[in-house]
């Protein structure tokens, strides 16, 4: 076994400016109505190429199986979508908490996607990239997609949107929640009205999960309410809001130096951790997708 080029790239986390849950489809998975944006805040991925064809996890998150592993699996589907008889030996290195709202695992592998599309030269457009991306899980075609965007279906509908320079406050709970139950419970509002506009104020809407998953984790319930108190008085454009469905809360702001005061006075007792993270125009491997 030979090996040849070796990629390293970033996988960006993204967060849910607002979500609205609008029905549920009769195969179970719910509508959506969310802005998704992108930040700049990454897990990072390395590919190396294989002769051998072999696809081999080096490294990845502790207690997920490699055949369960998203980044595996999306380079499984673009090895026998294309043909091709090289493989890939991809390491996964955290930054991003799970089951935080971030979109992690959904971003390591689309990151997989577009770099295993420069790697062996396949030349597939973004539009292919988006079809494969949904066989994965939802989120996975946006950050194919590559943009801030208005989502709708199951989140795989998109519309790009512009965003004025923002920088967001983003708290990290030590609570790992799963979609599914957020989801499932009996409590969730499913009927949301939809906004029916593509041009909205910053702080418009807001998080159907978010009540569900605070009752559920105290946790999120203290980050949001001590990321309202810090702000109460602080130029923000959104309020304290959860990203998609938990752990992670957020506030966003017009100014680097307003949100990294408000971080530092959020997380002064040490019992309370996150980040400063801007709004990215772009995914930074916007142009491995063929135009």
């Known amino acids: 076994m030979s090996v040849g080029r070796t990629l390293t790239l970033p996988a960006p986390a993204k967060l849910n400016m607002f979500l609205h849950v609008t ?39 502790t207690g997920v199986a ?6 595996v699996r999306a380079a499984r589907l673009m090895q026998q979508s294309s043909g091709v008889d090289r493989g890939v ?9 799970v089951g935080a709202g971030l979109g992690g695992g959904s971003s390591d592998a689309a990151t997989v996607l577009l770099g295993l599309n420069r790697l062996w030269q396949l030349g597939y457009s973004r539009s292919v990239l988006m079809s494969l ?16 965007a208005l ?3 199951i989140g795989e509908l998109l519309s790009a949107v512009s965003l004025p320079p923002t920088w967001f406050v983003v708290l990290t709970p030590d609570a790992a929640v799963a979609t599914a139950t957020i989801f499932a419970a009996a409590e969730l509002t ?7 506009i593509l041009l909205f104020p910053e702080g418009f809407g807001r998080n159907d999960l978010q009540a569900v998953a605070a009752a559920r984790f105290p946790e999120i319930a203290a980050c949001l309410e001590t990321l309202a108190h810090e702000i109460a008085t602080a130029p923000t454009a959104v309020e304290a809001r959860m990203s998609g ?23 002064r007792a040490g019992r309370l951790a996150g ?17």
Do not use: M
């Not at 469905?245 to 997380?267: I, M, N, P």
């Open 151 to 153: 989502g709708h279906g």
């Open 89 to 97: 030996s991809l390491a996964v290195r955290k930054q991003l908490p």
């Open 245 to 267: 469905s938990g752990s992670c809360v957020f506030a966003a702001f017009a100014a680097e130096d307003a949100a990294a005061q408000v971080l530092a006075r959020a997380t």
């Open 275 to 291: 980040f400063v993270a801007r709004a990215l125009e772009r995914h930074p491997l916007w142009g491995f997708a063929a135009p």
């Open 133 to 148: 991306a949904l066989q994965l899980g939802a989120d996975v075609p946006f950050f194919v997609f590559g943009e801030p």
């Open 66 to 71: 490699a055949e369960d592993d998203l980044a």
């Open 190 to 196: 499913r009927n949301s009205a939809s906004a029916k």
């Open 23 to 61: 029905g549920r489809r009769s195969d179970g998975y719910h509508t959506l109505e969310t802005l998704f944006v992108p930040i700049a805040r990454a897990d990072t991925i390395t590919l190396t190429e294989r002769s051998d064809g072999a696809i081999v996890r080096e490294q990845g998150l």
